[in-house]
């Protein structure tokens, strides 16, 4: 690589590791944090679902425990800082790893830039500290190995894709979306080249024989293979991880009620707007690529104008940015793939474009905004717990009054207890949706929390003392039509004393319970922040604001309360 090509890629990574840097907002990396203490205390991957009070027994795949242990690591000895750290390298690997897949294509360095900062500003807010960062790094490794396959480095090529196979599955089961990828790439290299010689399209098979075509396949059949037999060796259920994705795939409950299922366009417009600058860059440069060519004229072209010499992309890389695409559009959870997928196309597609042509500078300019949008909606900011979507007021207002468990904790905020309070605390659920029965989600812990009859009982017939929600979002009160849910039954219930809340969420105990000394000091009687309603006469809710303001919890919610008691506006 020249001097040029060196700072290109140095320039790209730069504009990677800036996106990367920021808050720990992922609250699920709460209970792998809890899975990897777990595994590190036993010396064991637990065979069940050991986080879990109400369902102890229940098979848990724990299919990410390797990245589990290593960020729990981290975070005990180094906190959210190298938490982030972790997330920084991982990331910027991958993205040096799709930086060689598109040079191994034949795309220019500087365009290799330009896609890169486009495919790294749409997957950026899916750069999580989450396990499936390690799967990306696999699953971008077997594209390499693909594409190093089809231009002259064949044995490395077929290795790499054995030894990402291989590894895949040991980190996290995300990384079968690399094995589909192989079938996706040799189904398109094994179709007959005459034919898109003769349509005269830009992409066509590199493979010189049907042998050479389906190779990547069978390595890829054996390496599942391989990667089977070594998980056989120490994990509780080996077939269990290869099947996750699939059994999460088509539970149709789960695709209605979480939020990482929807399609993108029922995502945060600002969120997502650089996914849809991403597609529409991809879009252009296939229109144009796919477009027939004009004449060429009879005087010699300017050298600044002409079409580059770039290698025609393979028709397997088209497919392979097919399947990533595809499965972004169905779930917004999968925009990361996409990127992975598509980036060195992306840049290939570019570099094949004269120089000064009105589609370049429109997909350098879709880069450049890209990336603005997003320092513009979450600009970087310091290595900590972000105290937006981890409960940290309310988690020290438990500690600092002794409040104990067992705790029914809103999913959300289930990975963030276990990671401040595992082993000595569990949760009733928590969202590892393959570490509980199939209808545990539905017809226990969601009609738990969202309020319906039997709800005090099962509360009372698992030994719930202590109870940590977040506020009703707008999308959960549109699916309950406004009706009463566990906020408002613990407000109003005789049972259970409201004792704590801030501008996020709700803390309540059992006024009988292990906490009852406690519930009878801090009892916030008559109030629900949720429903910001008082159910009991204003000499009594008064004087139950101000004492509780007076514990310094402070928050708008407390202050609007406080004045809707007062007789303000």
């Not at 190298?82 to 191994?104: E, N």
Request: charged residues 15%; aromatic residues 8%; proline residues 8%.
């Amino acid at each position: 690589m020249t001097g040029a090509g060196r700072v290109a890629l140095a320039l790209a990574i730069a504009f990677v590791v800036l996106l990367c840097i920021g808050p720990v907002v992922d609250p699920d990396l709460g209970f792998h944090l809890a899975t990897g203490r777990a595994i590190l205390a036993a010396g064991a991957i637990p065979a069940t679902n050991v986080l879990s009070f109400a369902a102890p027994n229940a098979i848990a795949v724990n299919q990410q425990w390797l990245p589990a242990v290593l960020l729990e690591l981290a975070f005990t000895h180094g906190g959210p800082a190298a938490v982030v750290a972790i997330r920084v390298f991982v990331v910027a690997l991958t993205f040096i790893v799709i930086a060689a897949t598109a040079r191994a294509l034949g795309a220019r360095p500087v365009d290799v830039l330009v896609a890169i900062v486009l495919g790294a500003s749409a997957a950026a807010f899916r750069f999580l500290d989450r396990p499936l960062l390690f799967s990306n790094l696999t699953n971008a490794l077997t594209v390499l190995g693909l594409v190093w396959a089809s231009s002259g480095r064949r044995r490395a090529g077929l290795g790499l894709v054995g030894v990402a196979t291989i590894a895949g599955p040991q980190l996290h089961a995300g990384a079968i979306f690399g094995p589909l990828a192989v079938l996706a790439w040799c189904g398109a290299e094994a179709l007959p080249a005459a034919a898109f010689v003769r349509l005269r399209l830009p992409f066509a098979p590199r493979a010189t024989s049907l042998r050479d075509a389906l190779a990547p396949a069978v390595i890829a059949v054996l390496g599942l293979a391989l990667a089977l037999a070594l998980l056989w060796t120490y994990h509780p259920h080996p077939w269990r991880v290869l099947a996750v994705p699939f059994q999460m795939s088509g539970d149709r409950y789960l695709h209605a009620h979480l939020v990482e299922y929807r399609v993108p366009w029922q995502q945060p417009l600002a969120l997502l707007a650089p996914y849809w600058l991403f597609l529409a860059a991809l879009s252009a440069l296939l229109l144009i690529a796919l477009a027939p060519a004009a004449p060429a004229a009879p005087e010699a072209p300017d050298r600044a104008t002409a079409a580059s010499d770039a290698p025609a992309p393979p028709l397997g890389m088209l497919a392979v940015a097919a399947l990533g695409i595809a499965a972004s559009l169905a779930y917004a959870r999968f925009v990361d793939l996409a990127v992975l997928f598509a980036t060195p196309l992306v840049a290939l597609l570019l570099s094949r474009l004269p120089g000064r042509t009105l589609i370049r500078r429109l997909v350098i300019g879709l880069g450049a905004l890209a990336f603005v949008v997003r320092l513009a909606v979450v600009p970087p900011s310091a290595p900590i717990l972000s105290p937006l979507t981890w409960p940290l007021a309310l988690d020290g207002f438990l500690r600092r009054e002794h409040l104990v468990g067992p705790a029914f904790v809103q999913d959300g905020w289930a990975g963030p207890f276990l990671a401040l309070h595992y082993p000595v605390e569990r949760v009733f659920f928590h969202p590892a949706f393959d570490a509980y029965p199939p209808t545990f989600y539905r017809d226990v812990y969601q009609r738990t929390r969202d309020g319906e009859p039997g709800w005090d009982r099962t509360l009372e017939h698992y030994g719930v003392q202590l109870v940590l929600m977040k506020f009703t979002s707008p999308h959960e009160r549109e699916r309950q039509h406004g009706r009463p849910n566990l906020r408002q039954h613990l407000a109003a219930s005789p049972s259970w004393a409201l004792v704590a809340f801030d501008d996020f969420g709700l803390l309540a105990v059992r006024r009988d319970g292990t906490n009852a000394t406690a519930a009878r000091a801090l009892a916030i009687d008559g109030v629900d922040p949720d429903g910001l309603a008082f159910g009991a006469p204003l000499v009594d809710v008064r004087a139950a604001l101000d004492a509780f303001a007076r514990r310094g919890l402070p928050s708008a919610r407390l202050a609007y309360l406080r004045r809707l008691e007062g007789g303000g506006t």
